[in-house]
């Protein structure tokens, strides 16, 4: 059974940094592309972040670039969202995600994990 | 960037009805790279259909997706009273950079 189980998230003041963690299981971690989401309080849904299975390849939202790096560790079965310098606006729920297929080009979050709350306030 | 537009904002209906959202791209989505995720209160999203159609795995066969270009819809033939719940359609592709409606909300009549 696939479960992704993300942590790290807390509250932190404006200008702060937060590391968050995804541990997976249940699937062969090393050929999935992950990516992480967000959610503000009563919002939709926005792409963060995403990267390939060999952690070679990144990619990052506009709003988050130069600011946010994804990394993962395939030894640990972990993809990491280090955050810097943030925002009241990067308050959310912090979601990661597993890829549908491996190697066939298509970006498709087929399983998300449960989320950790980043609340960024002074 | 492709943006999508959903309707109804809210949708209320009684269990047994069926449920009809839809969801409009600004531009044509390649290949029907349109998925559908429902959302329930206080849990992450779950993919219910991929490629326009195609329902993603364990999802009951009460849920149907249609379209192409750029309007879709998602369908429940009959309504279940754990099926009320946020839906969001999303397009997706060979760039990880996804977007997603703002959801439809279907809530108890």
């Known amino acids: 059974e696939v479960q992704l189980l993300e942590s790290g998230g807390g509250l932190v003041q404006p200008g702060g940094s937060l590391r968050l963690s995804c541990a997976a299981s249940?699937?062969?971690?090393?050929?999935?592309?992950m990516s992480w989401f967000r959610q503000a309080p009563g919002k939709g849904l926005e792409w963060v972040s995403a990267?390939?299975?060999?952690?070679?390849?990144?990619y990052y939202a506009d709003s988050v670039k130069g600011r946010f790096t994804i990394s993962r560790d395939n030894s640990k079965n972990t993809v990491y969202l280090q955050m810097h310098s943030l925002r009241a606006e990067d308050t959310a729920i912090y979601y990661c995600?597993?890829?549908?297929?491996?190697?066939?080009?298509?970006?498709?979050?087929?399983?998300w994990g449960q989320g950790t709350l980043v609340t960024v306030s002074s | 960037e492709i943006v999508l537009t959903q309707s109804p904002g809210t949708l209320s209906l009684s269990p047994g009805e069926r449920a009809t959202l839809s969801c409009r791209a600004s531009?044509?989505?390649?290949?029907?790279?349109l998925a559908w995720y429902q959302q329930k209160t206080g849990q992450a999203p779950r993919l219910l259909i991929f490629?326009?159609?195609s329902r993603a795995t364990g999802i009951a066969d009460r849920f149907s997706g249609s379209g192409s270009g750029t309007d879709f819809t998602l369908t429940i033939s009959r309504l279940e009273p754990e099926d009320f719940a946020v839906y969001y359609c999303?397009?997706?592709?060979?760039?990880?950079?996804?977007?997603f409606g703002q959801g439809t909300r279907l809530e108890i009549k």
């Open positions: 995600a597993k890829d549908q297929i491996t190697g066939d080009g298509i970006w498709l979050m087929s399983y």
């Open positions: 249940g699937f062969t971690f090393s050929i999935f592309a």
């Open positions: 990267i390939g299975g060999s952690g070679t390849d990144t």
């Open positions: 531009q044509s989505v390649s290949s029907s790279y």
């Open positions: 490629g326009a159609s």
């Open positions: 999303q397009q997706y592709g060979r760039s990880p950079e996804v977007t």
